[in-house]
């Protein structure tokens, strides 16, 4: 059975900083590339930043500089280390597994956590 824990959200005031991790079980972690999403209340989920099994990253624009994606494969374990938080980071925040082999792609997700900055 796949599992994805995701934990480290609460509440933090503006500038502050939080980081999550994610923990896997029941996947072969070191091939997935591993992602963090976040979905705000009335939006649509999206891309916050992905670590692939050779340790690329990308990040969506509004993060970048302030958000660390990493992965500790040993661990089973990805981080989303966040800083100078926004209040318009306020969102659930989830982890991702994903994994694409001969055309055919598989995901899994955690349950999320939320992250809200306000003062």
């Known amino acids: 059975q796949v599992q994805l824990v995701e934990s480290g959200g609460g509440l933090v005031q503006p500038g502050g900083s939080l980081r999550l991790s994610c923990v896997a079980s029941?996947?072969?972690?070191?091939?997935?590339?591993m992602g963090w999403y976040r979905q705000a209340p009335g939006k649509q989920r999206e891309l916050v930043a992905h670590?692939?099994?050779?340790?690329?990253?990308i990040y969506v624009d509004s993060v970048k500089g302030r958000f660390t994606i990493s992965r500790d494969n040993a661990k089973k374990t990805v981080y989303l280390q966040m800083n100078s938080l926004k209040p318009e980071d306020t969102a659930v925040y989830y982890c991702?597994?994903?994994?694409?082999?001969?055309?055919?792609?598989?995901?899994?997700w955690g349950q999320g956590t939320q992250v809200t900055v306000s003062s």
């Open positions: 991702n597994a994903n994994l694409v082999v001969d055309f055919r792609e598989t995901d899994y």
């Open positions: 670590i692939t099994n050779r340790g690329s990253t």
């Open positions: 029941g996947i072969i972690f070191r091939v997935y590339t």
